[in-house]
């Protein structure tokens, strides 16, 4: 059953499978340019050569996990859906395209360039859990994603790659795009799915978990872009080949990137488990003159702060775990020995408290109050017990006293910022109040 | 109410009741689409009034108040008017970082408004966004449809057409 698959995988071996489409001088891959490369032949193997079951088994192997920010292993999470005879006839594959954290710009570029990419791997998470219907959520700021994904999939349909007996087998699927309003709370799955319903996005309880009971009920998967972004490359290249390009322990390639004051902020692809350093150093060419590393966050607004001391760190989810912070959504912010970091913390922490959804007390009370601690902190206005305070907030604010994970990834920067940083937050209370002074 | 409510052109047009339907089609239940119902209605008014609300209900069998419950949680829906075009400024970490303070104060200091202000001449309406997905691009402005790189004060003019005075 693998043959064909592994011969192909022979023949070309990209170490850049999710943006090699995205080429210098051109706005974005059209069908064409897609299919040039390859294009649509995983979703053909998969769907001639394989039976559902076989799918997932495949991403199973591939040891793919989720690139939305948990690194959930994508084959497991499937594996929890109902399959067969008694299963439900109505099920769903739903892309988490709602891309809010502060620090990250890396769907946005998949959706852009190379949009039959997404499509493609959809069909193929679609085909794996027998999904009726499947839903790309996006953000409502991204309109050019939006005007590239509404044009690939009238093309997908034209082309037989969705709609009825998709290349000829016994299966269907629609394919729809919704696009949003706003509220980074949208990117929490069970609040998609709400919003998805067309509600309010306050997030559901769990259990019941989607994979059983998501969309209306029914049985639901929600991936990232970038995790169903790799599945066309598993299917034509093959898991061997899949499984060379990771120099940790983690497999595949992922989508890197740093914004703040490094020479060259941008995003890249590079084998999972790349040194952190050779990220900041080679690809972002090192910081800007005048300034230097003073700590970062590895992967978005809601990771702990890291240091210079852990820049031969592998960018791995487990490595970066170690050290007491998560890789997230692998793209870094860089904080700068001349901007404050506990001004940094009140940025992060104010849209924290904007974004909450209002749903559960510690964090819609707990947050606004860390937000006027750190104001008056800064304003001179700051007492000795608040460090402490807002030390306890983080415990409160910790996982399990929440409804959801909003608030817990909203302590992340201030607690390891408390640690890491106690100086800067220090000096505030040596300052007298400047302001109410004069 | 607003008298602008009470006006004929307060019905929602053919168009307008099409696309909503449109929309509606990609759910199992009509609700499904009535955040991208109330967007429909904004691309031709440019916001929500109690009426349109209240036909958008309608035509997705819900309750106005559901409805409403759902357009008051929507930060780019707006339950009044708005410029002809919004002005979305990132001040999330990144775009802090590189001076998008800055550029909000120098926004303010031309256009004359504040955050949620709209300019008399109902050109512009000025909001605060999240993290716009380009922070390697920061600071970073969305005016209408169009992203905005590494803003500077210099291009604000030519972003803004207002004259340097
Ligand atoms: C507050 C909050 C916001 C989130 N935003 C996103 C997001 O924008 N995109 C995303 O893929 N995952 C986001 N997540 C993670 C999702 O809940 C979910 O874990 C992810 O979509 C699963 O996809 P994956 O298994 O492919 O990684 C967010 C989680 C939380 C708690
Ligand atoms: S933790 Fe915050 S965002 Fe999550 S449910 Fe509670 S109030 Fe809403
Ligand atoms: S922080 Fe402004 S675009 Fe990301």
């Known amino acids: ?438 | 109410m607003t008298d602008q409510d009470m006006t004929a052109d307060s019905q929602l047009s053919e168009a307008e009741i099409a696309e909503v339907l449109e929309e509606a089609s990609h759910y199992p239940q009509k609700s499904g689409a009535s955040i991208e119902a109330l967007k429909v209605v904004q691309k031709y008014r440019g916001w929500v009034s109690n009426e349109s609300l209240k036909q958008v209900a309608d035509l997705l069998d819900m309750s106005v108040e559901e409805l409403d419950g759902v357009a008051t949680f929507y930060n780019l829906i707006y339950r009044q008017p708005v410029g002809r075009k919004v002005i979305l400024c990132c001040d999330s970490v990144s775009c802090w970082m590189l001076g998008s303070d800055n550029i909000k104060e120098k926004i303010s200091d031309r256009l004359g408004i504040e955050y949620g202000g709209t300019t008399s001449d109902g050109e512009y309406t000025l909001l605060p966004i999240v993290c716009l997905g380009a922070c390697d691009h920061a600071p970073v402005l969305m005016v209408g449809d169009e992203l905005h790189h590494n803003v500077d004060e210099t291009q604000l003019d030519q972003i803004l057409n207002t004259g340097a005075s």
């Not at chain 1, 023949?11 to 210098?24: F, H």
């Not at chain 1, 005879?85 to 109505?90: D, F, K, L, M, S």
């Not at chain 1, 709609?163 to 629609?174: A, M, Q, Y």
């Not at chain 1, 019941?208 to 009920?217: A, R």
């Open chain 1, 1 to 438: 059953m693998f043959g064909k698959f592994l011969k192909k995988s022979r023949n070309r071996n990209p170490d850049k499978p999710l943006t090699r489409n995205i080429v210098d001088g051109r706005a974005y891959a059209t069908l064409s340019d897609y299919q040039a490369t390859g294009g649509y032949e995983g979703l053909r193997t998969a769907i001639t050569t394989m039976d559902s079951l076989g799918v997932q088994q495949v991403v199973k192997d591939s040891e793919l996990r989720g690139r939305g920010g948990a690194g959930f292993p994508t084959g497991l999470k499937w594996s929890f859906v109902p399959m067969g005879e008694n299963a439900p006839e109505t099920k769903y594959f739903v892309v988490n395209a709602d891309e809010m954290e502060p620090g990250t710009f890396k769907d946005r570029v998949l959706m852009e360039k190379d949009p039959h990419q997404l499509i493609e791997g959809m069909v193929i998470g679609s085909y794996a859990i027998r999904a009726t219907a499947a839903y790309i959520f996006l953000r409502g700021e991204y309109h050019l994603s939006a005007e590239r994904l509404a044009q690939a999939i009238a093309e997908a349909y034209q082309q037989g790659f969705l709609g009825k007996n998709i290349l000829g087998s016994d299966f269907s699927l629609d394919l729809y795009l919704h696009t949003s309003a706003g509220r980074y709370i949208c990117g929490e799955e069970t609040a998609l799915l709400n919003s998805l319903e067309g509600k309010r996005a306050n997030p559901r309880a769990k259990p019941p978990f989607p994979q059983i009971s998501g969309l209306w009920g029914k049985p639901t998967i929600v991936n990232n872009v970038e995790t169903v972004c790799n599945l066309p490359h598993i299917f034509f290249y093959g898991i061997q080949w899949y499984a060379g390009l990771g120099r940790g322990k983690d497999r595949g390639t992922k989508l890197f990137g740093a914004s703040g004051r490094v020479k060259n902020p941008s995003v890249w692809e590079l084998p999972m488990g790349t040194p952190i350093r050779e990220i900041l150093e080679e690809h972002a060419g090192g910081m800007q003159d005048g300034y230097e590393l003073k700590g970062f966050l590895p992967g978005g607004a809601s990771t702990d702060f890291m240091l210079p001391e852990h820049l031969d760190v592998l960018m791995d989810f487990d490595a970066i775990a170690e050290h007491g912070s998560r890789m997230g959504t692998g793209t870094m912010i860089i904080l700068d020995d001349k901007t404050c970091p506990v001004k940094m913390v009140l940025n992060l922490e104010q849209f924290f408290s904007r974004e909450s959804c209002g749903w559960c007390t510690p964090c819609r009370d707990g947050l606004p109050w860390v937000v006027t601690i750190l104001e008056d902190l800064i304003a001179g206005k700051g007492q000795a017990s608040d460090l402490e305070l807002l030390e306890h907030q983080t415990k409160m604010m910790g996982p399990g006293n929440t409804f959801c994970a909003l608030a817990p990834g909203a302590m992340e920067p201030l607690q390891s910022a408390l640690k890491y940083f106690r100086d800067d937050f220090e000096k505030y209370l040596e300052r007298p109040a400047v302001k109410e002074a004069g």
